[in-house]
């Protein structure tokens, strides 16, 4: 009796596995869609290790051409930015007074350029978006040894916290985020996509391009250096979603 129940389940196994399997056949070199959902992290010249995160919405217009909105989450730094390490082990930047995080929706258009052969190869598009650019402008903190027994943590002041070895690590994760100021502006960018893999309900790619960004202000990120109220950074964005 036990011998027929694992018979009946590895049958039932085999079947459902076969079904997966042609249907992934079937999707293969299909890749006629009319909706994507994709989700992405980026690097970029103006980032960190990683410079933000993208999720974007796209629509079949025609063929060969794509509407898409979408929303990007970026950390902008300034270029003079440079990481030390404490006593303690700990990291922070010396200098810095503030962060910007950026947040960019967008709409643009793709235009498909060359398609991918059935089962292989790599699809090319060219695209371009625009958007307004909400800039919050949030204090950054540090640790500061007033003297051998007491510790401040506040928002970095060159006038007041003009030794770098006092400095003991940074202020706790998302600590003075409450305290952000606003910039509003506007951002554009142009790429090429290559997207990769063989069906049609998934899709993984490589963005690579140009983004130029302004503030209707100038970002106090290093007091002491030159900041700027506008922007730019080569990018690529890792992205990965699904269609229908």
Not at 68 to 82: C, G, H, I, S, W
Not at 94 to 104: D, E
Not at 147 to 164: A, G, I, K, M, W
């Amino acid at each position: 009796m036990i011998s027929i129940r694992i018979k009946f389940i590895l049958a039932l196994f085999f079947v459902a596995s076969f079904s997966e399997v042609l249907a992934q056949r079937e999707d293969a070199g299909n890749y006629e869609y009319d909706k994507e959902f994709i989700f992405g992290l980026n690097k970029n010249t103006n980032g960190g290790l990683i410079g933000g995160l993208m999720f974007k919405v796209g629509t079949r217009i025609s063929d060969e051409q794509f509407s898409f909105f979408a929303v990007e989450l970026a950390n902008v730094k300034n270029p003079k930015e440079v990481r030390y390490n404490t006593v303690l082990g700990n990291s922070y930047i010396f200098g810095k007074s503030n962060y910007l995080y950026s947040i960019r929706p967008q709409y643009g258009r793709e235009v498909i350029l060359f398609r991918k052969a059935p089962n292989q190869g790599v699809q090319v598009s060219a695209l371009a978006a625009v958007g307004p650019s909400i800039g919050l402008i949030a204090p950054y903190y540090i640790e500061y040894a007033v003297n051998r027994l007491e510790t401040v943590r506040e928002q970095y002041n060159p006038e007041v916290h003009q030794s770098r070895f006092n400095i003991l690590g940074t202020g706790r994760l998302f600590e003075g985020l409450g305290e952000s100021q606003l910039a509003i502006g506007a951002n554009a960018k142009a790429a090429i996509n290559l997207e990769f893999g063989v069906f049609r309900s998934n899709v993984t790619g490589l963005e690579l391009g140009y983004m130029i960004e302004g503030f209707n202000k100038e970002i106090p990120l290093i007091p002491t250096a030159e900041n700027r109220q506008f922007f730019q950074a080569a990018y690529f964005t890792f992205y990965y979603g699904f269609r229908k």
